[in-house]
């Protein structure tokens, strides 16, 4: 498995970006149940079946020590007056509503200005299927 790394933006070569907040968490551990194999996969497959991966940002005092992940059917990005919050709901049925910058999101691709993505299985089953669709009489 190769690692995710992060590199300086402003580089005319990439150059890893060692001071990154998330360096040490990709590279060594996101969290204390996962490797960081563990957890891109969990998020890769979120984002694939679902149209998005989302972990909660962990926090000692104001530096981000670990990443968990958030249930993705149970996660929706939702907009309060124009202020994007995530409400969550935990497998034990614990409702949350967290901050947009306490929340790792990766997003899946999407049309226009929407706050959560498409999973791709889901699109491509519906795209293949509608040719079938509209020739049943």
Same mark, same amino acid.
């Given at each position: 498995t190769l690692p995710l790394n992060t590199? %300086? !933006? $402003?580089a005319t070569l990439p150059v890893l970006d060692r001071g990154n907040e998330y360096d040490l968490i990709f590279r060594v551990s996101p969290n204390i149940d996962q490797t960081p194999t563990e957890f891109l996969e969990a998020m890769v497959g979120a984002r694939f079946l679902c149209g998005n991966g989302y972990?909660? *940002? %962990?926090y000692s005092g104001k530096r981000l020590v670990g990443l968990q992940i958030l249930p993705p059917l149970n996660t929706v990005p939702v907009r309060d007056r124009g202020r994007l919050i995530y409400r969550t709901t935990s497998v034990e049925g614990r409702q949350r509503e967290l901050e947009r !910058? *306490?929340?790792?999101? %990766?997003k899946g691709f999407s049309f226009? $200005?929407?706050d959560f993505g498409l999973s791709p299985i889901a699109y491509g089953a519906n795209a293949l299927g509608s040719p079938s669709a509209a020739g049943a009489k």
């Open positions: 590199y %300086l !933006d $402003d972990a909660e *940002k %962990l !910058d *306490k929340v790792f999101h %990766l226009g $200005d929407t």
